[in-house]
């Protein structure tokens, strides 16, 4: 988990790197080209992300109490909330130059783009008592997960077909489907795969469709842009059927196949370093790519192909030094990361 969990917070900068310029570059090119393929590729990382907590919190081996999540997970994501969107809002003052109160409170209660999942994560947390009777049950976990699968994957690949639009449209809000639709599927998806034994022919299978959902999503999207003749992330949705089949597959990957090397000592400690600092590594790793956009270091400064992952390789060595000097500050590093 700790390794899965470093692959994917360095995931999520190569995809936010590939996409910073990804809606403004001419679809013709080869640079963005470069920015679709990393990009399609990098999809798994939030449900992943999501499916590594699910794993952890909804697993009923484990100890639970409501109050300790409460006094020690919410409290801290809140805290880092409320810390780094005060950062990322005047630091954006100082960037768009427009230094009016509604700007500043409309940037610091929205938060940055990537703030998102620090409260869709405090909402899992929350629902996390009931989530957990359904997933002492496999009956029940499979039943939910295929409600999940139907209402939220299928229905919404098919709100994105225009024939039959209107009509997924209007199933889906007559069923009024919410309780199993949204980011609670991956949340019970990913204690559901770390609980069930596969066999080898299924695991081989799953990586097979990883792979395919990988290629749909970097073929089809390109095919659909250049023939648009603008960019059309729609396959780029994290429910969409293919990014799910991505994410199980690496889910899986990681499960079986990553979790057969054996690490050294050393390694270990490592691991678990980086693995702590991933989450502040994730919220501070955006102020690197204002700087750079700020400086004119961008993915179109040299070969795309190249500029992507040697970009994210600098902001990820960046953020973990500076993530890693503010866990060494007593109490702060408690709260703000």
Not at 65 to 77: A, C, E, G, I, T
Not at 104 to 114: A, D, N, Q, T, V
Not at 131 to 150: G, Q, S, V
Not at 209 to 217: A, Q, R
């Given at each position: 988990m700790d390794v899965l969990r470093i692959f994917a917070v360095f995931s999520m900068m190569l995809l936010h790197v590939a996409g910073s310029l990804w809606s403004k570059t001419d679809v013709a090119t080869a640079d963005w080209q470069?920015?679709?393929?990393?990009?399609?590729?990098?999809?798994?990382?939030?449900?992943?992300?999501?499916?590594?907590?699910?794993?952890?919190?909804?697993?009923?081996?484990?100890?639970?109490?409501?109050?300790?999540?409460?006094?020690?997970?919410?409290?801290?994501?809140?805290?880092?909330?409320?810390?780094?969107?005060?950062?990322?809002?005047?630091?954006?003052?100082?960037?768009?130059?427009?230094?009016?109160?509604?700007?500043?409170?409309?940037?610091?209660?929205?938060?940055?783009?990537?703030?998102?999942?620090?409260?869709?994560?405090?909402?899992?947390?929350?629902?996390?008592?009931?989530?957990?009777?359904?997933?002492?049950?496999?009956?029940?976990?499979?039943?939910?997960?295929?409600?999940?699968?139907?209402?939220?994957?299928?229905?919404?690949?098919?709100?994105?077909?225009?024939?039959?639009?209107?009509?997924?449209?209007?199933?889906?809000?007559?069923?009024?489907?919410?309780?199993?639709?949204?980011?609670?599927?991956?949340f019970v998806l990913g204690y559901y795969l770390c609980s069930k034994e596969l066999s080898p022919k299924s695991r081989k299978i799953i990586y097979a469709?990883?792979?395919?959902?990988?290629?749909?999503?970097a073929v089809v999207t390109s095919v659909w842009s250049r023939s648009k003749g603008t960019p059309i992330k729609s396959l780029y949705n994290n429910f969409m059927p293919n990014v799910l089949l991505q994410s199980v597959a690496v889910m899986t990957f990681f499960r079986y196949e990553v979790s057969r090397i054996r690490w050294s000592e050393k390694q270990l400690k490592i691991i678990t370093k980086i693995s702590a600092l991933s989450f502040g590594m994730y919220l501070f790793h955006d102020l690197i790519n204002i700087l750079f956009a700020q400086i004119g270091f961008t993915t179109l400064t040299y070969n795309a192909f190249l500029s992507v992952p040697c970009n994210t390789l600098i902001i990820f060595a960046?953020?973990?030094?500076?993530?890693?000097?503010?866990?060494?500050?007593?109490?702060?590093n408690r709260y703000i990361i």
């Open positions: 470069a920015f679709n393929i990393y990009d399609s590729f990098a999809r798994f990382c939030v449900p992943v992300f999501i499916m590594l907590s699910g794993a952890m919190f909804l697993d009923n081996s484990r100890e639970f109490s409501m109050k300790k999540v409460l006094k020690k997970n919410v409290l801290r994501l809140a805290c880092a909330f409320v810390f780094w969107s005060l950062i990322y809002s005047v630091v954006m003052m100082c960037v768009t130059k427009n230094y009016t109160f509604e700007y500043w409170i409309e940037s610091f209660l929205c938060g940055r783009y990537h703030l998102w999942f620090v409260p869709a994560i405090i909402g899992l947390y929350l629902v996390t008592p009931f989530l957990r009777r359904i997933t002492a049950d496999k009956k029940l976990t499979e039943y939910f997960l295929l409600l999940w699968l139907i209402f939220c994957s299928v229905f919404g690949l098919l709100k994105r077909i225009p024939a039959v639009a209107d009509i997924a449209n209007g199933v889906s809000s007559d069923f009024q489907m919410y309780f199993v639709t949204g980011y609670t599927g991956y469709l990883g792979i395919l959902g990988f290629l749909i999503t960046i953020s973990l030094a500076v993530t890693y000097g503010i866990s060494k500050i007593p109490y702060i």
